[in-house]
């Protein structure tokens, strides 16, 4: 997604860092807002909710938090299944988005300081 600096290259400014983090904090809510219309839609044209409740229900699944209102049709359980298993692994890419930067500059930086020891 983003250009690190390779193994050789020095540590990026902290202004290139911080940069980074915006752009990897403005991806993972653009994961989160398309996991979160996928679920309302879901909801409201599989399940029968209204778009209100279709917000509610998506974003508790989203979130973790489970479901509010009964399912009355197999297609909306169904459908609700493979929402709470796709809002798992949307949680996993988010965080991975997210942290990332932070992740890399960290790793970087004990590269850089174990090379500077030898």
Avoid: C
């Amino acid at each position: 997604m983003f250009r690190y600096e390779r193994k050789h290259e020095g540590l990026a400014p902290l202004s290139v860092f911080v940069q980074r983090i915006f752009k990897s904090l403005g991806a993972g809510l653009v994961m989160i807002f398309g996991a979160l219309a996928i679920g309302v839609a879901g909801y409201h044209w599989i399940a029968g909710f209204g778009w209100i409740d279709s917000i509610l229900e998506g974003s508790m699944i989203l979130g973790g938090m489970g479901p509010i209102n009964q399912l009355q049709t197999n297609s909306a359980k169904i459908f609700a299944s493979a929402y709470a298993l796709f809002s798992g692994l949307i949680f996993i890419g988010v965080m991975g988005v997210v942290l990332s930067p932070l992740i890399h500059r960290t790793m970087h930086k004990f590269h850089l300081e174990r090379e500077g020891d030898q």
